[in-house]
């Protein structure tokens, strides 16, 4: 597999959208990577295609068992408070498999920096060389800032912000940031409901 070297947004996505698997994290869903067809689903709309995995062969439950260990150490490093740790451990997962970086041709025939893979490397390996890409990509480029946690109050998920603005606030803005603001709106409700003169307290409509 070869890892665009310049392009940390997609290392770092499948970073945090890994991370983001956990039962710890999602508390009413349970373990998103049930097994070895949920990591292939994983990968798949990630287009995600590791070496390992060429030839129709598809993830077995080795496969998942080290990809779940891999999710942990993925956390760790977005939970650290420095910035040498992430580059320490980052690099320990780039130095797993990865070779280079080197020129590449890409799929326009232009010289382009990568990080390979080495043959016989495994799904969990291939992953770590991507993901420990992403994460020294987006430190070097956006800062430790952008390694954050999750606003929500009922949310332990984590996620590394690419976005241009650097202003995102939750590890899954359609999820949490969608059930915050329901949530809000309902607690404004309840608060005018118990404003004296509203219906709920017995008053009557002015107009």
């Given amino acids: 597999m070869k890892i665009p070297f310049s392009d940390y947004k997609l290392g770092a996505g499948v970073a945090t959208d890994l991370v983001n698997t ?12 049930t097994g070895p067809a949920a ?9 995600v295609r ?3 995995l060429a030839d129709g062969r598809r993830p077995d439950d080795a496969d998942l068992d080290q990809v779940r260990a891999l999710r942990g150490e993925i956390r760790a490093i977005l939970e650290a408070g420095s910035e040498e740790h992430v580059v320490e451990a980052a690099s320990a997962l780039v130095g797993r498999g990865g070779i280079g970086p080197s020129l590449y041709r890409d799929a326009e025939d232009r010289w382009q920096w990568y990080v390979a893979t080495s043959p016989g490397t495994s799904v969990a390996d291939e992953l770590a060389v991507l993901m420990g890409t992403g994460l020294l ?8 800032d952008r390694f954050r946690r999750c606003a929500s109050p009922v949310c ?3 996620f590394v912000d690419t976005s241009k603005a650097g202003r995102r606030r939750y590890c899954m803005p359609e999820v949490c940031g969608n059930r915050l603001n329901v ?3 309902r607690a404004r409700r309840r608060e005018s409901t118990r404003r004296p003169g509203s219906r709920a307290e017995g008053g009557t409509d002015s107009g």
């Avoid at 039962?23 to 990577?33: K, M």
């Avoid at 990591?39 to 287009?47: G, K, N, R, T, Y």
């Avoid at 990509?137 to 430790?144: I, K, V």
Wanted: zero cysteines; hydrophobic letters at 45%.
């Fill in 50 to 52: 590791p070496d390992a």
């Fill in 183 to 185: 949530a809000s709106h």
């Fill in 22 to 33: 956990s039962p710890v994290v999602r508390t009413g869903l349970g373990e998103i990577l």
């Fill in 156 to 158: 332990e998920g984590m």
């Fill in 137 to 144: 990509g987006a430190l070097r480029t956006l800062s430790h």
């Fill in 39 to 47: 990591l292939a689903l994983f990968l798949a709309e990630h287009d």
